[in-house]
């Protein structure tokens, strides 16, 4: 009876205090998509996520930034979060393919990133100030946004010290009842 006791007060103890891997957020939805024609030069992109984003502070600890596909200058806009959607200010100059770049803090507290491109088709005649004309785009799929780390590495964790539980308890009682003798 006490063989049984212990082996189930271990597996209690061993299943309360191995904790689930918790995965970083996910961006679910990028306005403008990957691949996308954008037909105004000052527009708003959205980037949405499947948690709330982390603000401390009212310290956003975020970006997106722009560039045209060839050149090295990377242009940082003007951000704002509301819970978990990012909303950015773009204003660009020059019709061409660009390439989006973001990097938030997630609501576990680790840095996500992930880029995407678009291409700006403007006419030439068009004044910054005045456009009227809706943004366009084309439906693109949305590629999931991975951290690189296996988000398995807790639950593995957890299984191996259930095991080793099941499997060092009763050889642990054996001898203690062969000490006792």
């Given at each position: 009876?006490?063989?049984?006791?212990?082996?189930?007060?271990?597996?209690?103890a061993?299943?309360?205090?191995?904790?689930?891997?918790?995965?970083?957020?996910?961006?679910?939805?990028?306005?403008?998509?990957?691949?996308?024609?954008?037909?105004?030069?000052?527009?708003?992109?959205?980037?949405?996520?499947?948690?709330?984003?982390?603000?401390?502070?009212?310290?956003a600890?975020?970006?997106?930034?722009?560039?045209?596909?060839?050149?090295?200058?990377?242009?940082?806009?003007d951000?704002?979060?509301?819970?978990?959607?990012?909303?950015?200010?773009?204003?660009?100059?020059?019709?061409?393919?660009?390439?989006?770049?973001?990097?938030?803090?997630?609501?576990?507290?680790?840095?996500?990133?992930?880029?995407?491109?678009?291409t700006?088709?403007?006419?030439?005649?068009?004044?910054?100030?005045?456009?009227?004309?809706?943004?366009?785009?084309?439906?693109?799929?949305?590629?999931?946004?991975?951290?690189?780390?296996?988000?398995?590495?807790?639950?593995?964790?957890?299984?191996?010290?259930?095991?080793?539980?099941?499997?060092?308890?009763?050889?642990?009682?054996?001898?203690?009842?062969?000490?006792?003798k």
């Amino acid at each position: 009876m006490r063989l049984k006791s212990s082996i189930a007060i271990g597996l209690l103890a061993t299943l309360l205090f191995a904790y689930p891997a918790k995965a970083h957020d996910l961006l679910i939805e990028i306005d403008p998509a990957p691949g996308a024609i954008v037909t105004e030069s000052s527009f708003e992109a959205k980037l949405t996520f499947n948690n709330p984003l982390l603000v401390v502070e009212g310290e956003a600890n975020a970006e997106l930034s722009t560039k045209l596909v060839g050149s090295q200058d990377w242009v940082n806009h003007d951000i704002e979060i509301v819970g978990q959607v990012l909303t950015a200010q773009v204003s660009l100059s020059e019709a061409g393919d660009y390439d989006l770049r973001w990097k938030v803090v997630s609501s576990d507290g680790h840095p996500i990133n992930g880029d995407s491109t678009f291409t700006l088709e403007i006419e030439a005649s068009e004044n910054l100030e005045e456009s009227d004309s809706p943004i366009l785009i084309a439906p693109a799929p949305i590629s999931e946004q991975s951290s690189g780390e296996g988000s398995m590495v807790g639950f593995y964790i957890g299984l191996a010290m259930v095991i080793l539980g099941v499997i060092f308890a009763p050889i642990g009682l054996m001898i203690r009842r062969r000490a006792r003798k």
